[in-house]
């Protein structure tokens, strides 16, 4: 079994992450702190909560006897962007797994197909703060991308790979009727509201990231996941995002 460092070794906190207990340097991210919780319960051996600051829960346990921690991000870019940017800079995180819900478009997709994101595109001036002068294209770490996608085929999983779309609105509340059929026209398979954040924090940290989707939503069909079925899709992602980090 591999151990952990004690708790007194943690560093003393950040303003949104106040350790409790040891964070490893591999962490899964679902939006949902409670969705932490049940990845924690449910995939990790002898969890411990290290976070409960603004009800955002973050747990370390081990798998296959591996440290691997699991935490929350909260909804939208600027969420993923404070607790990734912390993560990494502060509690010695290398390698962070987005695992969430997505949207998708493409009529070859269904309902809990899994979606890795081979890159990021978006509508947020969220890289306006590198200063560079032209349009970031922000992909994930590719050692990840292979590792999660060999995963997804050992399990035998439904899965695509592609180029996904991150959004500072919901797209179903967006004031523009079916916003996104300018970026489907250009190959977008998906949209969600967390990965741009994290792929460029990664970036720009020198750390791994990659994220990947349940889909939970079909926009163009009309179809939605009921909550039972968004769950028994999420075990299956979460499977691959562990096999993943054993590489």
């Known amino acids: 079994m591999s151990q952990i460092d004690p708790v007194m070794d943690l560093p003393e906190g950040t303003p949104h992450i106040k350790p ?3 964070i490893a340097p591999s962490v899964l991210m ?3 702190p409670l969705r932490a919780q049940y990845i924690a ?3 990790l051996d002898s969890p411990r909560r290290f976070n409960s ?6 747990f370390t346990g081990t798998h296959k006897g591996r440290p691997v921690s699991v935490m929350g991000s909260g909804m939208g870019i600027p969420s993923m962007g404070i607790y990734s940017w912390e ?3 502060y509690f010695g995180v290398e390698s962070i797994i987005r ?4 949207a998708a478009y493409r009529d ?4 809990a197909d899994i979606v890795i994101a081979q890159a990021s595109s978006t509508t947020s001036s969220w890289a306006e703060q590198y200063q560079l002068g032209g349009t970031f294209s922000a992909i994930p770490d590719y050692g990840l991308l292979e590792a999660a996608v060999g995963a997804a085929r050992s399990q035998g999983r439904r899965f695509v790979v592609g180029n996904t779309l991150c959004m500072d609105v919901f797209s179903k509340y967006n ?3 079916k916003v996104w059929r300018p970026w489907t026209a250009m190959g977008i398979v998906a949209t969600d509201m967390e990965a741009y954040a994290l792929y460029c924090n990664a970036a720009c940290l020198g750390k791994r990231a990659l994220a990947m989707f349940s889909v939970s939503d079909h926009r163009e069909k009309d179809l939605h996941l009921s909550t039972e079925d968004r769950e028994r899709a999420l075990d299956g992602m979460i499977e691959v995002a562990l096999a993943a980090l054993e590489k």
Not at 53 to 58: F, N, T, Y
């Open 175 to 177: 004031r523009i009727p």
């Open 30 to 32: 679902p939006g949902d």
């Open 87 to 89: 993560l990494y800079s």
């Open 53 to 58: 600051v603004r009800g955002m829960l973050g």
């Open 41 to 43: 319960e449910r995939f």
């Open 108 to 111: 070859d997709i269904e309902l």
């Open 20 to 22: 409790e207990a040891p």
């Open 99 to 102: 695992v969430g819900t997505c």
